[in-house]
């Protein structure tokens, strides 16, 4: 059987080869650091719930750069199940039963006073239908009579009506014709539509995602930090233009010219305090930093055609 303290081990071992504090770790994930010493020390008798012992844990992985599910299924018999913590709502549910028992029995005595009174109402409902059917029956409505001057009147709007499709058809072919020659017009002058840019997601797949970037003439990243994270960029040979931390601040913004690249791998340590910009326009991550605090992004520059 596996040490209580092995797991802490694992974890802190990790946060020591990022170079992180304590301190570092409580920014990212902003869990109080005493609980982050528990998860360490082994003592999650200290945290609040065994719901927020595994939910602390998965967010200190994903902080450091393990991954939180295999961690869980190498130690299993060491990290608290939360199955236990349903048995209040169980107990609850049961007492909401008793309840709504109770509130049954009610209605089945007032069952029959409210079928009587609709009843009630329904009778004299039909009564007054019945009155008001009667009382139109008996109602003269006389013929009124077709005159004469009115029927040649919408004779005449009528023959106005058949007309008018021919003019609006006559005005629609002029409108076209100008449209053509105002093209025309453009051609000539040397006039060209510039495609605008196209940043879209290609595939993603838990915290790994892909983007390409296209109809832009060039390729240049911002990367800003609006509190403390972890940064490394580089292109499909291996190359790094960058590796390090970033806070927030006039030293929290790289910024990069990386138009003669393909492919660039974007690692970013904590997504929550991280704004990435291709050529100023802002990238949505695929997906919700608070699910994944790190996110390894990829992005594939389609070159324009010369």
Request: no cysteine; aromatic share 8%; charged share 30%.
């Amino acid at each position: 059987m596996l040490d209580v303290t092995e797991l802490g081990n694992r974890l802190k071992e990790a946060r020591l080869a990022k170079g992180l504090s304590l301190d570092d770790l409580q920014e990212l994930t902003k869990i109080q650091k005493r609980y982050l010493l528990g998860i360490e020390e082994g003592n999650y008798n200290m945290m609040p719930g065994k719901f927020y012992v595994r939910a602390f844990i998965k967010q200190y992985a994903e902080a450091v750069g393990l991954e939180p599910e295999s961690l869980f299924e190498e130690f299993k018999s060491e990290v608290p199940n939360t199955v236990n913590e349903e048995l209040p709502n169980q107990l609850s549910r049961v007492k909401t039963k008793k309840s709504i028992s109770n509130n049954h029995s009610k209605m089945m005595d007032i069952l029959p006073k409210i079928i009587i009174a609709i009843v009630v109402i329904g009778i004299f409902v039909f009564v007054w239908y019945i009155a008001q059917k009667n009382a139109g029956n008996s109602t003269d409505n006389p013929t009124p009579k077709v005159n004469d001057q009115d029927t040649k009147y919408e004779e005449r709007v009528d023959l106005i009506e058949k007309e008018q499709p021919v003019e609006n058809d006559k005005k629609a072919t002029d409108n076209e014709k100008d449209q053509n020659e105002d093209l025309q017009d453009n051609k000539k002058r040397g006039e060209t539509v510039v495609p605008k840019q196209e940043l879209a997601l290609v595939e993603s797949n838990g915290r790994n995602s892909t983007y390409e970037l296209k109809n832009a003439e060039t390729f240049n990243l911002k990367i800003v930090s609006n509190g403390k994270t972890w940064i490394s960029v580089n292109n499909n040979q291996g190359k790094s233009f960058f590796a390090g931390n970033l806070e927030a601040g006039d030293a929290g913004t790289q910024t990069f010219d990386l138009t003669q690249e393909t492919e660039i791998k974007i690692v970013a340590g904590n997504t929550i305090d991280t704004e990435i910009f291709i050529n100023d326009q802002k990238l949505e991550y695929a997906v919700q930093p608070t699910d994944h605090v790190r996110q390894d992004i990829i992005i594939r520059y389609v070159k324009p055609s010369e």
